[in-house]
Structure formats: structure tokens, C-alpha cells
Nanobody
Framework: QVQLVESGGGLVQPGGSLSVSCAAS????????MGWYRQAPGQQRELVAT???????TYADSVKGRFTISRDYAKNSVYLQMNSLKPEDTAVYYC?????????????WGKGTLVTVSS
């Protein structure tokens, strides 16, 4: 099993920056890909960014050029640096991890951390 704990959420002004972190524990050696998702009030959860074992990254069009996902294998953590934040970025941000491969693996989720972008 894998446990994911997010941290770093909070209130930030439009145009500001914020970094959220996710620490994994449990069966950490079986984790392959990791990522960040978000869910705004009244909306469905959407993909923000992903990072593979080989550090290949993928971003949603809405955050390209503003957000950066990174990974620290030694600390079993994944990070999301968010710059030039907009009010529409307000959401609960969830950490995601894949245990195994894409065909037979198990997906784990953190409980989320709230990011509020407002003046």
C-alpha cells in the first residue's frame, strides 16, 4: 500500500506563487508515475501535471508555462511549483501515485490540500 500526504496549500494573491508538496510512504519502491490533480468547487477532478520514472512531464494546457512538477526520489516526494496564479486555479490539489504499471497497477490518492487564489 501507498500513503500520500499533501502539504503547502494556502491563500495567495493573483499573480503570486505557491508550492505544494506530496510525500509518499508505504510500498514506495513500487511507485512508478506520480502526478497532481485538482478539483474546483462544483467541477470534476482534472489532471494538472504528471511525471514519470524517467522524469518525463505532462501538463494541462491551462497551466503550461506557469506550473512545474518535479520529483525527489530520495525523499519519495513530488512537488508542484505554481507561478502566476489565477483565481481560476483555486481548487483542492490532490497528489496521485501509480503503484505498478498502467495495466495492472493501483492508483492512490492523497486527501488533498486547498489552494485559494484571491485578492
Amino acid at each position: 500500500q501507498v500513503q500520500l500526504v499533501e502539504s503547502g496549500g494556502g491563500l495567495v494573491q493573483p499573480g503570486g506563487s505557491l508550492s505544494v508538496s506530496c510525500a509518499a510512504s508505504g510500498s514506495i519502491f513500487s511507485i512508478s508515475d506520480m502526478g497532481w490533480y485538482r478539483q474546483a468547487p462544483g467541477q470534476q477532478r482534472e489532471l494538472v501535471a504528471t511525471i514519470t520514472l524517467g522524469h518525463t512531464t505532462t501538463y494541462a494546457d491551462s497551466v503550461k508555462g506557469r506550473f512545474t512538477i518535479s520529483r525527489d526520489y530520495a525523499k519519495n516526494s513530488v512537488y508542484l511549483q505554481m507561478n502566476s496564479l489565477k483565481p481560476e486555479d483555486t481548487a483542492v490539489y490532490y497528489c496521485n501515485a501509480l503503484q505498478g504499471d498502467h495495466y495492472y497497477g493501483i492508483t492512490y490518492w492523497g486527501k488533498g490540500t486547498l489552494v485559494t487564489v484571491s485578492s
